[in-house]
């Protein structure tokens, strides 16, 4: 599925950067399309990255402030965005130190992330699950007109990878 392999990507890209005591949590989500439950998707990303990581994961949604604040104890934040946008789930993945005692926060109060990765997926079946069902009823039919007369198979898809999606017919010749 996305997700996995989405968590895969980003743990490979962060192999050996992350400490074992870290924390994921991550900040809410951006998207043109918007999912039914985006909390519920968040918590999977979330689990399959600190799983793919070996490391704690954050059931709550925070922005990098916040996380910050919950990753005080820990001392390693692993903070994840993810947007969907034009059927496509991008995720960026920032570890960031977190400051421990009170002259650290003086002299740094918010430190720049000492490692970073990106990994990006087209929505899946899975990913579908997270957006409402799409109505069976058209209230727009749009009708073309086409050459073959017995079809043998009709697809829809990106075909392209311009992010629109294309009908395609398939006949016998």
Do not use: M
Request: aromatic share 4%.
């Amino acid at each position: 599925s996305a997700v996995a392999e989405l968590g895969c990507e980003l743990a490979a890209a962060l192999s050996g950067k992350v400490p074992s005591g870290a924390l994921v949590v991550s900040a809410p989500l951006t998207s043109d399309t918007k999912p039914s439950d985006d909390k519920q998707l968040l918590a999977r990303l979330t689990a399959v990255v600190a799983g793919a990581l070996g490391v704690k994961s954050s059931s709550e949604v925070a922005t990098l402030s916040r996380a910050r604040t919950l990753a005080a104890t820990p001392g390693t934040l692993v903070h994840l965005v993810a947007e969907i946008s034009r059927g496509e789930l991008r995720v960026t993945a920032d570890v960031y130190p977190v400051p421990r005692s009170f002259w650290d926060r003086v002299r740094d109060p918010e430190p720049n992330p000492k490692a970073h990765a990106f990994a990006s997926r087209r929505l899946d079946a899975e990913l579908r699950t997270f957006f409402p069902p799409v109505p069976l009823v058209a209230k727009h039919v749009d009708k073309a007109s086409t050459s073959e007369q017995t079809p043998v198979a009709l697809a829809c898809g990106d075909v392209n990878g311009d992010g629109a999606l294309e009908l395609v017919l398939v006949g016998r010749a």
